[in-house]
DNA sequence: GATGAATGAGTGTTCATTCAT
DNA sequence: TATGAATGAACACTCATTCAT
C-alpha cells in the first residue's frame, strides 16, 4: 500500500472524511517538525512522534510511509513556507537602499522567528542534503528571491548607489549566511563568547549590523 | 572503574606501555571524530566506531566511560586544535587592513579545510549546546582571537583606515558567520541554488568575497 | 511508550485480541517468576526469561518495561497470591487451639509447597526491601491474617485456654519465622546438620514442631 | 599459576613479605564480606570490589582465584567466626533452664550483630548451597552446638524442668529459625507489617519472646 | 608481587516497522 | 480508517578474566 500524501495534499474528495484526513495529516506534520527540529533525523523516534500526535503511530505509517519520508514531508513543508514568506514579502517598490534593508531585516527576522526551520536545514546539511535531493518539487521554488534581489541591485546600480557586478546568488548568501549563524550558532557562541544572538537587545544590534555590512558591501564607494 | 583519560592526557608515565596507551586512545580519538562529524551524535554508532579502530569496543569504554564523553572528548580535541591554529596564525605585524585580510582568509580556509569541525559545532548547536557546556576547560581559551582583532581594529581607527566603534566580538562573529556557513550549508545551498560552495573556483571566489565584505564593513567609509 | 500492565490487570475489552494478550502476559510472569525465583533478580536473565517464554524479549518490554518492573509484578503476583490462600484458609468457627493449629499447619504447608515465593522475598530482603516499597497496593492487604489471629487469641483467651497479652503481629511472626526458615535454609541446614527439612517425613515431623512449639507459647501455663 | 590462599592461611613463612601479603589477602576479604554480604553473589562486581581493597584486582585473582572461590573464601570465613562465637560461649556450668537462655539470647544477638553473616547465608541458600558444598572443612565444625544444646537437655530432663525425647538438632533449628528471621526478613516484615525487628525496643522485646517461646516449648508442662 | 591495558562474550534496552482485528 | 500487539535487528554498555611489563 502506498502513501497517501500526494492524493490529500491536492485536496481531492472534499467529503468530511478526507477533511478529517487532511487534519490528521496536518497534525502529524505539526508534531514531526517540532520533533525533527529539536532531536533531529536520527535523534527523533516515531513512538514519541506518535504519542505527541492526536493519532497513532500506525496513521503515521499509512499517510507517509515511513520514517524518512515523514522528515522529507517535513523538510518539503518548512521549505514551501518560507518561500511564501519571501514571496509576501515584496519590497521592489522602494528605492533601492530601503528595498534591501528591508529584505535583509525580513530575513534576519525570519530567521530568529523560525529557529524550527533553522534546526531542519541544520540537520539536513549534517546528512548531506540527501533528502532535500529526493525532493522534486524543490528546484524551481528557489528563483523568486534571486530574482528579487537582481531587480533591486539592477536598479541601484542604475541609480549609482550600488556597485555594479555583484551577483544576487552571492548576496543572497551573504545575507543567509549572517542570518542563519545567528540562529544555528547560538549556542556555542553563547558558550564560546558569552553572548546570547536570542537575547532582545543583542537580535536587535546583530539585525542592525547585518544590515550594515551588507549594505557597506553593496554600496558603491 | 573510571576512564582513564586524565592519567593519559596529561602524558605521565613515559614507558613503552602507557605510550602504545596513549596511541590507542589517540586512534578511537581519530575514528569518533570522523564518526560523529558523519553522523552526528544520536547517528554515530559506537560497534562501527570501534570497528574502524586498531582496538575495540571495550576500549572505548576503558579511555573514555561512554557514548557521550567520547564525544565531549572529540569535541574539545576539535576546539583544542581550531584555537591552536589561531594563535599560530598571528599578523599583528602587518598593517591593519592587511593583518585583516590574512585573518579573514586564514579563517575561511580554516572552515574549508576542517569540515569536519564545522560539522561538530553544527551538531553540538543541534543539542543545544549541552555538552560543550560540560567541558570545564573551554571557557578562557577564546580570549585570544578576540583579542587579536581587537588589537588590529585599534590599530586600523589610530591609522585613521577603520571605523571607531566596532566591537572585536561583533567582527569576529561576522567572519565566523560568512566562514561557517559556507561549509556548514553546502549541501542545502548546492540544492537550492545550484553553486557548490566546495568547488575550487566558486570556495577561492567565496574567499575573496568574504574578505571584500568584511574589509568594506570596517573600513571608514 | 508505557508499559501495558494495567489496562490487561484490569481486563478491559474482553475481545479475543485482548485475551491472547493476556495469556503472554501472565505466559511472562509465570516464566519469570521461576527464574527470579532460580536466581535472584542480579542473576536472573531477559534473555534466557524470553527464550522460556511463548513470546519475546521485545513483549517483556512491551508489557513491563523493563527487568525490574518484570520483578516487581513478579514480586506483586507472588503476594497477591498467598494473601488469596490467607483468606481462603478461615479457620474461625472451630474452637480456638484447633483454629490455631490449623492455620500454623496450613501456614507451613504453603511454604513448603512454594519455595519460589520464598526464594522472592528472601531475594527481596536481599534487596533491602527496595522494590517491595515501591508496590503501591501492598499495604493494605496484611491486615486479614492478624485480624483473624487476633480473633482467635481473643476467643481462646476468654476460654482460658490461651495467654492473656500476645500481640497477634508476635504470634504471625513466630509462625512464619518458623515455615520461612525450614523452606529459606533447607541448604545450608541439610549441609552443616545433615538434615533436610523438604524430606517428606522430616518435612512431616517439623510441621508437628513448629505446631507444638507455637502452641506451648500461646497456651496458658 | 594456582591460588596463593592456602599456604598463607596457614602463615607459613613468617618473613615481612609474607606477613604483608597476609594483610592484603585479610584486606581482600573483609572487603568483599561486605560486597557480597551486601549484594549478593551474582550482584557483587569484581571490580567494585577491588576499587575499596587497599591492592588490585589482579591480587584477587592471585590470591584466590576468580570470583566463586573469593567467594568461598568469604564464606568460610563468616561460619569460621559463628563457630568460634559459639565456642566462646559456653553455658554449661549454668543451671539448665538459665543455659538455655543465655544461649538463645546470644544467638539472637549474635544475628542481630552480623547481619553481613545473615545475608551471606541467604545468599547461600538462594544459590541452593552449592558453594557452601564445596568447602571441605565446614562439615565437623557443626557438632559443638549440638553437643552443647544436647548436655544441656540432658541436665534439664534429669533435674525434670525439660521435656523428654527433644532432639538437640531440632532445638538448634527452632533457635536458629527465630534469630535469622528476625534479621533476614526484617525488611518484607516492616513492609508488610509496619514493624522494624531492628529498633533497638522492638529488638529486646523479640529476643524475650524467642527465649520465651523456645522455653515453654522445651520445659515440662 | 604488583600494575595498567586489553578482551570477548554477554546484558539490558530501544528502534522502526508490520500484523491481525 | 484506526488500534493494540508483535517482531527482529541493533544498540549502548558491562562483566569476569587475562596479558605484558
Known sequence: MIARGAALAEGRKD?????????????????ATREFA???????????????????KRMIYYYFGGKDELYRAVLERAYERIRAQEQDARFENLPPAEALRAIIGHNVDYHFENPDFVRLVMNENVHYGEHIAQIASMKQRNSTIIASLGA????????????????????HAMI???????????????????VDFAEPTVRAKRRELIIGCVLSWVTRA
Chains 1, 2, 3, 4 share one sequence.
Open 152 to 171: 533591486i541591485l539592477d536598479k541601484g546600480v542604475e541609480a549609482g548607489v550600488f556597485r555594479a557586478g555583484i551577483d544576487p546568488v552571492d548576496l
Open 15 to 31: 467529503s468530511k472524511r478526507s477533511r478529517e484526513a487532511a487534519e490528521t495529516r496536518d497534525n502529524i506534520l505539526q508534531v
Open 176 to 194: 543567509s549566511a549572517l542570518s542563519f549563524y545567528s540562529v544555528s550558532n547560538r549556542h556555542t557562541f553563547l558558550h564560546n563568547f558569552g
Open 38 to 56: 529539536d532531536k533531529g533525523l536520527a535523534g527523533a523516534r516515531i513512538d514519541e512522534i506518535a504519542d505527541k500526535t492526536a493519532s497513532s
